[in-house]
């Protein structure tokens, strides 16, 4: 079992920026890819960032790209994910998630999931 807990979420104007957490425990190991996903009131889930453990490869949804940041403290067992330049449709609860192997941006490819932090980007 892999245990993730997000932190960092709150209430920013636009164009701020906000520095989300997520502390991994348990059976996580260098082999997994750790995923950044929102969910905004009445849509669907949606990928934002990857990265893999080992080699720190990341990989960003375009909408996102150039202002969103995904990196790792392996010492830390924690990734971040670093927003700037936000907009409020990049409003939504942000979860971290965790899988055994490479990357993906299907949410049904990733095996564990946080609890969710809630960000709003007011205009």
């Known amino acids: 079992q892999v245990q993730l807990v997000e932190s960092g979420g709150g209430l920013v104007q636009a164009g701020g920026s906000l520095r989300l957490s997520c502390a991994a425990s348990?059976?996580?190991?260098?082999?997994?890819?750790m995923g950044w996903f929102r969910q905004a009131p009445g849509k669907e889930r949606e990928f934002v960032a990857d990265?893999?453990?080992?080699?720190?490869?990341?990989y960003y949804a375009d909408s996102v790209r150039g202002r969103f940041t995904i990196f790792r403290d392996n010492a830390k067992n924690t990734v971040y994910l670093q927003m700037n330049s936000l907009r409020p449709e990049d409003t939504a609860v942000y979860y971290c998630?965790?899988?055994?192997?490479?990357?993906?941006?299907?949410?049904?490819?990733?095996?564990?999931w946080g609890q969710g932090t809630q960000v709003t980007v007011s205009s």
């Open positions: 998630a965790a899988r055994r192997g490479g990357g993906s941006l299907s949410t049904n490819d990733y095996n564990y």
């Open positions: 348990g059976r996580a190991s260098s082999t997994y890819t």
């Open positions: 990265i893999t453990w080992n080699t720190g490869n990341a």
